[in-house]
Protein backbone atom coordinates (compact mmCIF):
# COMPACT_ATOMS: atom_id res chain seq x y z
CA UNK A 1 0.00 0.00 0.00
CA UNK A 2 1.18 3.39 -1.18
CA UNK A 3 0.48 6.47 0.86
CA UNK A 4 0.71 9.82 -1.07
CA UNK A 5 1.25 13.27 0.26
CA UNK A 6 -1.34 14.14 2.27
CA UNK A 7 -1.16 17.87 1.88
CA UNK A 8 -2.07 17.26 -1.57
CA UNK A 9 -4.73 14.40 -1.17
CA UNK A 10 -6.55 15.15 2.24
CA UNK A 11 -10.20 16.30 1.35
CA UNK A 12 -11.59 19.01 3.32
CA UNK A 13 -14.98 19.36 3.46
CA UNK A 14 -16.01 21.55 -0.10
CA UNK A 15 -18.65 22.10 -2.18
CA UNK A 16 -18.75 19.14 -3.90
CA UNK A 17 -19.31 17.05 -0.80
CA UNK A 18 -22.02 20.06 0.37
CA UNK A 19 -24.02 19.78 -3.13
CA UNK A 20 -23.92 16.05 -2.45
CA UNK A 21 -25.36 16.05 0.97
CA UNK A 22 -27.70 18.63 -0.32
CA UNK A 23 -28.89 16.37 -2.58
CA UNK A 24 -29.84 13.09 -0.18
CA UNK A 25 -31.84 15.25 1.72
CA UNK A 26 -33.63 17.15 -1.14
CA UNK A 27 -34.45 14.79 -4.04
CA UNK A 28 -36.56 12.67 -2.03
CA UNK A 29 -39.13 15.16 -2.65
CA UNK A 30 -39.02 14.10 -6.47
CA UNK A 31 -38.99 10.17 -6.08
CA UNK A 32 -42.82 10.23 -5.67
CA UNK A 33 -43.30 11.50 -9.07
CA UNK A 34 -45.64 9.28 -11.17
CA UNK A 35 -47.12 10.45 -14.38
CA UNK A 36 -47.57 6.76 -15.92
CA UNK A 37 -51.17 5.48 -16.09
CA UNK A 38 -51.38 1.79 -14.78
CA UNK A 39 -54.41 0.10 -14.53
CA UNK A 40 -53.27 -2.70 -12.39
CA UNK A 41 -52.07 -0.25 -9.92
CA UNK A 42 -55.38 0.05 -8.63
CA UNK A 43 -54.88 -3.39 -6.63
CA UNK A 44 -53.03 -3.55 -3.50
CA UNK A 45 -50.81 -0.95 -2.58
CA UNK A 46 -49.98 -0.07 -6.21
CA UNK A 47 -47.44 -1.64 -8.71
CA UNK A 48 -44.55 -2.99 -6.41
CA UNK A 49 -41.14 -1.75 -8.41
CA UNK A 50 -38.96 -4.71 -9.83
CA UNK A 51 -35.99 -2.36 -10.58
CA UNK A 52 -33.45 -1.13 -8.99
CA UNK A 53 -31.90 1.27 -10.37
CA UNK A 54 -28.51 0.72 -9.99
CA UNK A 55 -25.42 -0.66 -12.08
CA UNK A 56 -26.78 -4.02 -12.83
CA UNK A 57 -30.19 -2.99 -14.26
CA UNK A 58 -28.67 -3.47 -17.40
CA UNK A 59 -28.00 -6.98 -16.93
CA UNK A 60 -31.35 -7.36 -16.10
CA UNK A 61 -31.29 -6.29 -12.42
CA UNK A 62 -29.28 -10.16 -11.61
CA UNK A 63 -26.80 -8.28 -9.00
CA UNK A 64 -27.45 -10.94 -5.94
CA UNK A 65 -24.53 -12.58 -6.45
CA UNK A 66 -22.26 -9.39 -7.47
CA UNK A 67 -20.29 -6.60 -5.61
CA UNK A 68 -18.16 -3.49 -6.57
CA UNK A 69 -15.47 -0.93 -5.02
CA UNK A 70 -17.37 1.70 -6.51
CA UNK A 71 -21.21 1.29 -7.30
CA UNK A 72 -23.44 1.03 -4.62
CA UNK A 73 -24.93 -3.01 -4.97
CA UNK A 74 -28.88 -1.81 -3.21
CA UNK A 75 -29.80 -5.32 -4.15
CA UNK A 76 -27.38 -7.13 -1.73
CA UNK A 77 -26.49 -5.53 1.74
CA UNK A 78 -23.78 -7.93 2.13
CA UNK A 79 -22.02 -6.32 -1.30
CA UNK A 80 -21.22 -3.67 0.80
CA UNK A 81 -17.92 -4.98 2.15
CA UNK A 82 -16.79 -4.45 -1.27
CA UNK A 83 -16.57 -1.23 -1.29
CA UNK A 84 -13.04 1.12 -1.16
CA UNK A 85 -11.50 1.66 1.79
CA UNK A 86 -11.84 5.36 2.80
CA UNK A 87 -13.80 6.30 0.19
CA UNK A 88 -17.59 7.35 -0.37
CA UNK A 89 -19.85 6.79 -2.86
CA UNK A 90 -23.20 9.30 -3.78
CA UNK A 91 -25.53 7.86 -6.62
CA UNK A 92 -28.82 9.30 -8.02
CA UNK A 93 -30.99 7.24 -10.25
CA UNK A 94 -33.76 8.28 -12.50
CA UNK A 95 -35.80 6.52 -15.34
CA UNK A 96 -37.73 7.41 -18.45
CA UNK A 97 -40.50 5.57 -18.90
CA UNK A 98 -43.08 4.67 -21.99
CA UNK A 99 -45.91 2.37 -21.91
CA UNK A 100 -48.16 1.70 -24.68
CA UNK A 101 -51.21 -0.20 -24.21
CA UNK A 102 -53.13 -2.97 -26.23
CA UNK A 103 -56.06 -5.16 -25.32
CA UNK A 104 -59.35 -3.90 -24.37
CA UNK A 105 -60.34 -0.49 -23.92
CA UNK A 106 -57.61 0.62 -25.40
CA UNK A 107 -58.27 3.51 -28.44
CA UNK A 108 -55.58 4.49 -30.70
CA UNK A 109 -55.39 7.92 -29.63
CA UNK A 110 -55.08 7.50 -25.93
CA UNK A 111 -53.03 4.43 -25.78
CA UNK A 112 -49.58 5.61 -24.80
CA UNK A 113 -48.37 7.66 -21.54
CA UNK A 114 -44.73 8.66 -20.45
CA UNK A 115 -42.99 9.50 -17.18
CA UNK A 116 -39.86 10.95 -16.03
CA UNK A 117 -38.74 10.75 -12.60
CA UNK A 118 -35.65 10.36 -10.05
CA UNK A 119 -36.01 6.97 -8.54
CA UNK A 120 -33.15 6.07 -5.99
CA UNK A 121 -30.74 8.31 -3.83
CA UNK A 122 -28.19 6.31 -1.99
CA UNK A 123 -25.06 6.77 -0.10
CA UNK A 124 -22.42 4.12 0.68
CA UNK A 125 -19.05 4.07 2.44
CA UNK A 126 -17.10 1.74 3.52
CA UNK A 127 -16.81 2.30 7.59
CA UNK A 128 -13.84 -0.16 8.50
CA UNK A 129 -12.38 -2.92 7.09
CA UNK A 130 -14.82 -5.18 7.74
CA UNK A 131 -18.13 -3.04 7.62
CA UNK A 132 -19.94 -1.25 4.62
CA UNK A 133 -22.89 0.98 5.09
CA UNK A 134 -25.17 2.80 3.08
CA UNK A 135 -28.67 4.91 3.15
CA UNK A 136 -31.12 5.69 0.63
CA UNK A 137 -34.33 6.36 -0.45
CA UNK A 138 -36.80 4.28 -3.34
CA UNK A 139 -39.76 3.32 -4.25
CA UNK A 140 -41.19 0.80 -3.02
CA UNK A 141 -44.58 1.07 -4.97
CA UNK A 142 -46.40 3.32 -7.11
CA UNK A 143 -50.06 3.85 -8.24
CA UNK A 144 -51.51 5.76 -10.66
CA UNK A 145 -54.48 4.63 -12.44
CA UNK A 146 -57.66 7.10 -14.43
CA UNK A 147 -60.67 4.75 -15.84
CA UNK A 148 -64.03 5.06 -16.58
CA UNK A 149 -66.69 3.06 -15.46
CA UNK A 150 -70.23 2.28 -14.86
CA UNK A 151 -71.81 2.64 -11.34
CA UNK A 152 -75.11 1.55 -10.15
CA UNK A 153 -76.61 3.88 -7.44
CA UNK A 154 -78.08 2.04 -4.40
CA UNK A 155 -81.31 2.11 -4.15
CA UNK A 156 -82.13 3.27 -7.33
CA UNK A 157 -82.61 2.07 -11.06
CA UNK A 158 -79.62 4.64 -12.48
CA UNK A 159 -76.46 3.20 -13.74
CA UNK A 160 -74.86 6.02 -14.21
CA UNK A 161 -70.61 7.03 -15.89
CA UNK A 162 -68.14 7.34 -13.07
CA UNK A 163 -64.53 8.43 -13.14
CA UNK A 164 -61.61 7.29 -11.32
CA UNK A 165 -58.04 8.50 -10.98
CA UNK A 166 -55.62 7.74 -7.94
CA UNK A 167 -51.79 8.28 -7.34
CA UNK A 168 -49.55 7.97 -4.76
CA UNK A 169 -47.37 5.12 -3.69
CA UNK A 170 -45.08 3.29 -0.92
CA UNK A 171 -41.61 5.21 0.06
CA UNK A 172 -38.77 2.87 1.12
CA UNK A 173 -35.57 4.91 3.19
CA UNK A 174 -32.96 2.28 4.33
CA UNK A 175 -30.40 1.79 6.13
CA UNK A 176 -28.46 -1.21 4.76
CA UNK A 177 -24.77 -2.57 6.91
CA UNK A 178 -22.96 -5.37 5.06
CA UNK A 179 -20.21 -7.03 7.49
CA UNK A 180 -17.22 -9.40 6.29
CA UNK A 181 -17.33 -13.16 8.37
CA UNK A 182 -14.46 -14.62 6.66
CA UNK A 183 -12.27 -13.75 3.61
CA UNK A 184 -14.67 -14.74 0.61
CA UNK A 185 -18.02 -14.83 2.57
CA UNK A 186 -20.28 -11.54 4.14
CA UNK A 187 -23.53 -11.50 5.92
CA UNK A 188 -25.80 -8.36 5.44
CA UNK A 189 -29.20 -6.54 6.54
CA UNK A 190 -31.27 -3.98 5.45
CA UNK A 191 -33.53 -1.69 7.76
CA UNK A 192 -36.13 -0.08 5.99
CA UNK A 193 -38.82 2.30 6.94
CA UNK A 194 -41.81 1.49 4.07
CA UNK A 195 -44.58 4.99 4.24
CA UNK A 196 -46.71 6.38 2.05
CA UNK A 197 -50.45 7.05 0.53
CA UNK A 198 -52.70 5.86 -1.67
CA UNK A 199 -55.80 8.19 -2.76
CA UNK A 200 -58.24 7.55 -5.37
CA UNK A 201 -61.00 9.71 -6.32
CA UNK A 202 -64.88 8.99 -7.78
CA UNK A 203 -66.35 11.45 -9.55
CA UNK A 204 -70.24 10.70 -10.63
CA UNK A 205 -72.15 13.15 -13.12
CA UNK A 206 -74.97 12.30 -14.68
CA UNK A 207 -77.46 13.77 -16.74
CA UNK A 208 -79.86 11.98 -13.83
CA UNK A 209 -78.29 13.89 -11.13
CA UNK A 210 -78.72 17.42 -9.89
CA UNK A 211 -75.02 17.55 -8.67
CA UNK A 212 -71.52 16.10 -8.99
CA UNK A 213 -71.16 13.64 -6.59
CA UNK A 214 -66.86 13.15 -5.47
CA UNK A 215 -65.44 10.63 -3.23
CA UNK A 216 -62.39 11.21 -2.18
CA UNK A 217 -60.66 8.16 -0.63
CA UNK A 218 -57.18 8.16 0.91
CA UNK A 219 -55.17 5.25 2.54
CA UNK A 220 -52.11 6.17 4.72
CA UNK A 221 -49.48 3.33 5.18
CA UNK A 222 -46.55 2.88 6.85
CA UNK A 223 -43.74 0.09 8.91
CA UNK A 224 -40.71 -0.85 9.56
CA UNK A 225 -39.44 -3.81 6.90
CA UNK A 226 -36.17 -6.26 6.97
CA UNK A 227 -33.83 -8.32 4.42
CA UNK A 228 -31.36 -10.20 5.93
CA UNK A 229 -28.33 -10.69 3.03
CA UNK A 230 -25.35 -13.10 2.31
CA UNK A 231 -22.29 -13.60 -0.28
CA UNK A 232 -19.84 -15.51 -0.63
CA UNK A 233 -17.35 -16.64 -3.71
CA UNK A 234 -15.24 -19.56 -4.01
CA UNK A 235 -11.93 -19.50 -6.82
CA UNK A 236 -12.39 -22.52 -9.24
CA UNK A 237 -9.27 -22.16 -10.89
CA UNK A 238 -6.41 -18.92 -12.18
CA UNK A 239 -9.44 -17.84 -14.66
CA UNK A 240 -12.68 -18.28 -13.23
CA UNK A 241 -14.01 -17.40 -9.98
CA UNK A 242 -17.58 -18.43 -8.76
CA UNK A 243 -19.92 -16.27 -6.74
CA UNK A 244 -23.38 -16.59 -4.72
CA UNK A 245 -25.76 -14.67 -2.78
CA UNK A 246 -29.22 -14.69 -1.66
CA UNK A 247 -31.80 -12.24 0.52
CA UNK A 248 -34.73 -12.88 2.14
CA UNK A 249 -37.36 -10.44 3.34
CA UNK A 250 -40.08 -12.34 5.62
CA UNK A 251 -43.77 -11.32 5.54
CA UNK A 252 -44.43 -7.54 6.88
CA UNK A 253 -48.51 -6.38 7.45
CA UNK A 254 -48.09 -2.45 6.55
CA UNK A 255 -50.59 -0.43 9.08
CA UNK A 256 -53.21 1.18 6.68
CA UNK A 257 -55.66 4.27 7.91
CA UNK A 258 -58.41 5.09 5.78
CA UNK A 259 -60.41 8.04 5.67
CA UNK A 260 -62.93 9.24 3.13
CA UNK A 261 -64.45 12.50 2.05
CA UNK A 262 -67.65 12.51 0.37
CA UNK A 263 -69.01 16.30 -1.34
CA UNK A 264 -72.05 16.92 -3.40
CA UNK A 265 -71.49 19.74 -5.06
CA UNK A 266 -69.67 22.39 -2.61
CA UNK A 267 -71.24 20.47 0.06
CA UNK A 268 -69.61 17.93 2.15
CA UNK A 269 -71.45 15.01 3.39
CA UNK A 270 -69.12 12.87 5.34
CA UNK A 271 -65.53 13.16 6.17
CA UNK A 272 -63.73 10.47 8.44
CA UNK A 273 -61.40 8.21 8.80
CA UNK A 274 -63.84 4.93 7.90
CA UNK A 275 -61.05 2.17 9.17
CA UNK A 276 -57.14 0.84 10.34
CA UNK A 277 -56.25 -2.33 9.38
CA UNK A 278 -52.91 -3.76 8.01
CA UNK A 279 -52.07 -4.83 4.34
CA UNK A 280 -49.40 -7.77 4.41
CA UNK A 281 -46.39 -7.96 1.97
CA UNK A 282 -45.33 -11.55 1.75
CA UNK A 283 -42.59 -13.36 2.28
CA UNK A 284 -39.86 -12.41 -1.21
CA UNK A 285 -36.52 -15.14 -1.66
CA UNK A 286 -33.98 -14.04 -4.39
CA UNK A 287 -31.15 -16.28 -5.28
CA UNK A 288 -27.97 -15.55 -7.43
CA UNK A 289 -25.20 -17.30 -8.96
CA UNK A 290 -22.36 -15.60 -11.15
CA UNK A 291 -18.92 -17.15 -12.96
CA UNK A 292 -16.52 -14.69 -13.52
CA UNK A 293 -13.72 -14.87 -15.97
CA UNK A 294 -10.06 -12.93 -15.73
CA UNK A 295 -11.95 -10.02 -13.96
CA UNK A 296 -13.47 -8.94 -17.22
CA UNK A 297 -16.31 -11.50 -18.23
CA UNK A 298 -19.45 -11.96 -15.97
CA UNK A 299 -22.32 -14.69 -16.26
CA UNK A 300 -24.85 -14.55 -13.73
CA UNK A 301 -28.25 -15.64 -13.07
CA UNK A 302 -31.06 -14.88 -10.25
CA UNK A 303 -34.54 -16.34 -9.27
CA UNK A 304 -36.95 -14.81 -7.55
CA UNK A 305 -40.08 -16.19 -5.51
CA UNK A 306 -42.79 -14.33 -3.60
CA UNK A 307 -45.56 -16.30 -1.44
CA UNK A 308 -48.69 -14.40 -2.17
CA UNK A 309 -50.97 -17.38 -1.89
CA UNK A 310 -50.23 -17.58 2.07
CA UNK A 311 -51.94 -13.76 2.23
CA UNK A 312 -55.36 -14.73 0.82
CA UNK A 313 -56.17 -11.59 -1.32
CA UNK A 314 -59.16 -11.82 -3.15
CA UNK A 315 -61.62 -9.74 -5.15
CA UNK A 316 -64.09 -9.14 -7.84
CA UNK A 317 -62.13 -11.09 -10.89
CA UNK A 318 -59.05 -10.76 -9.44
CA UNK A 319 -56.93 -12.54 -6.44
CA UNK A 320 -53.02 -12.46 -5.85
CA UNK A 321 -50.97 -15.19 -6.37
CA UNK A 322 -47.37 -16.52 -6.00
CA UNK A 323 -45.12 -14.73 -8.14
CA UNK A 324 -41.81 -15.62 -9.38
CA UNK A 325 -38.93 -14.53 -11.85
CA UNK A 326 -35.74 -15.57 -13.71
CA UNK A 327 -33.24 -13.16 -14.94
CA UNK A 328 -30.14 -14.01 -16.83
CA UNK A 329 -27.00 -11.54 -17.29
CA UNK A 330 -23.99 -11.02 -19.59
CA UNK A 331 -21.20 -8.28 -18.53
CA UNK A 332 -17.86 -7.35 -20.12
CA UNK A 333 -15.47 -4.74 -17.93
CA UNK A 334 -12.99 -2.92 -19.59
CA UNK A 335 -10.23 -2.55 -17.60
CA UNK A 336 -6.89 -0.49 -17.85
CA UNK A 337 -3.76 0.49 -15.71
CA UNK A 338 -3.43 4.25 -13.90
CA UNK A 339 0.29 5.52 -13.28
CA UNK A 340 0.59 3.66 -10.24
CA UNK A 341 0.50 -0.42 -12.10
CA UNK A 342 -2.78 -0.71 -10.98
CA UNK A 343 -5.50 -1.87 -13.05
CA UNK A 344 -9.12 -0.26 -12.67
CA UNK A 345 -12.48 -0.14 -14.31
CA UNK A 346 -12.85 2.13 -17.58
CA UNK A 347 -16.69 1.29 -18.03
CA UNK A 348 -18.00 -1.95 -19.13
CA UNK A 349 -20.77 -3.31 -20.89
CA UNK A 350 -24.05 -5.67 -20.08
CA UNK A 351 -27.12 -7.06 -21.77
CA UNK A 352 -29.52 -9.01 -19.58
CA UNK A 353 -33.17 -10.72 -20.21
CA UNK A 354 -35.47 -12.03 -17.92
CA UNK A 355 -39.35 -13.28 -17.29
CA UNK A 356 -41.70 -14.02 -14.85
CA UNK A 357 -45.10 -14.55 -13.21
CA UNK A 358 -46.25 -11.42 -11.70
CA UNK A 359 -48.71 -11.27 -8.60
CA UNK A 360 -51.76 -10.29 -10.20
CA UNK A 361 -53.98 -12.77 -11.72
CA UNK A 362 -57.25 -11.31 -13.43
CA UNK A 363 -60.48 -13.24 -14.70
CA UNK A 364 -57.92 -16.33 -14.16
CA UNK A 365 -55.51 -15.46 -16.32
CA UNK A 366 -51.98 -14.50 -14.16
CA UNK A 367 -50.12 -11.90 -15.83
CA UNK A 368 -46.84 -12.44 -17.15
CA UNK A 369 -43.84 -9.85 -17.67
CA UNK A 370 -40.73 -10.44 -19.85
CA UNK A 371 -38.25 -8.48 -21.28
CA UNK A 372 -34.35 -7.64 -21.76
CA UNK A 373 -32.10 -4.74 -21.18
CA UNK A 374 -28.62 -3.61 -22.27
CA UNK A 375 -26.40 -1.14 -20.44
CA UNK A 376 -23.09 0.39 -20.69
CA UNK A 377 -20.86 2.77 -18.35
CA UNK A 378 -17.86 4.99 -18.69
CA UNK A 379 -16.04 6.27 -15.20
CA UNK A 380 -14.81 9.59 -16.43
CA UNK A 381 -10.82 10.36 -16.91
CA UNK A 382 -9.79 12.73 -14.39
CA UNK A 383 -12.76 12.83 -12.12
CA UNK A 384 -14.54 11.04 -9.66
CA UNK A 385 -17.57 11.17 -11.98
CA UNK A 386 -19.10 8.08 -13.16
CA UNK A 387 -22.58 7.10 -15.14
CA UNK A 388 -24.38 4.19 -15.65
CA UNK A 389 -26.69 4.50 -18.57
CA UNK A 390 -29.50 1.35 -19.25
CA UNK A 391 -32.41 0.55 -21.73
CA UNK A 392 -35.62 -2.32 -20.99
CA UNK A 393 -38.30 -2.83 -23.20
CA UNK A 394 -40.68 -5.37 -22.15
CA UNK A 395 -44.26 -6.31 -22.22
CA UNK A 396 -46.62 -7.03 -18.85
CA UNK A 397 -50.38 -8.83 -19.47
CA UNK A 398 -51.85 -11.61 -20.90
CA UNK A 399 -52.42 -13.67 -24.33
CA UNK A 400 -55.94 -12.73 -23.69
CA UNK A 401 -57.12 -10.05 -26.07
CA UNK A 402 -59.93 -9.15 -23.79
CA UNK A 403 -57.51 -7.71 -20.96
CA UNK A 404 -55.11 -5.28 -21.05
CA UNK A 405 -51.18 -5.25 -21.89
CA UNK A 406 -48.78 -3.27 -21.16
CA UNK A 407 -45.32 -2.92 -23.72
CA UNK A 408 -42.70 -0.23 -21.89
CA UNK A 409 -39.59 1.22 -22.65
CA UNK A 410 -37.19 2.78 -19.84
CA UNK A 411 -34.09 4.91 -20.58
CA UNK A 412 -31.93 3.99 -17.00
CA UNK A 413 -29.30 6.79 -15.68
CA UNK A 414 -27.03 6.49 -12.81
CA UNK A 415 -24.58 9.07 -11.69
CA UNK A 416 -21.97 8.14 -9.45
CA UNK A 417 -19.95 10.40 -7.50
CA UNK A 418 -16.90 8.98 -5.60
CA UNK A 419 -15.13 10.75 -3.07
CA UNK A 420 -12.78 10.54 0.01
CA UNK A 421 -14.19 10.73 3.26
CA UNK A 422 -13.56 13.56 5.19
CA UNK A 423 -10.34 13.92 6.46
CA UNK A 424 -8.95 10.71 4.77
CA UNK A 425 -6.16 10.23 3.06
CA UNK A 426 -5.61 8.60 -0.56
CA UNK A 427 -4.80 5.33 -0.50
CA UNK A 428 -3.55 2.57 -3.25
Request: aromatic letters at 12%.
Amino acid sequence: MLLLNKSYYCMPINIKKIIAFGCLVALPAFLSAQNNSSPYSVLGIGDIETSYFNRYTGMANAGIALADERYINNINAASLTKLRLHYFSFEISSRFKQIIYSGAGVTATANKTTDFAMRRVSLAAKVSKKWGSSLGLTPFSTAAFSYVANKNIQGSLLNVSADYEGEGGVNQFYWANGFQLTKNTSVGVTSSLLFGSISQTEQILSSDLSTTLTTKSNTYLRNYYFNLSLQTKLKLNKKWQSTYGITYSPKTSLLAEHSVNVTDGSVTIKNAITSNDYFAIPENLNLGIALIKNNQYTFTVNAQAQNWNALKYTGSNYQLVNSNKLSLGFQKSQKATNGLNMEYEKGFFQVGIYAGKSYIKMNDNQLTDFGGSIGYSKNLRNTQLGYVISVEGGRRGTRNAAQLSENYFNINLTLNYLDFLFGSKRYY
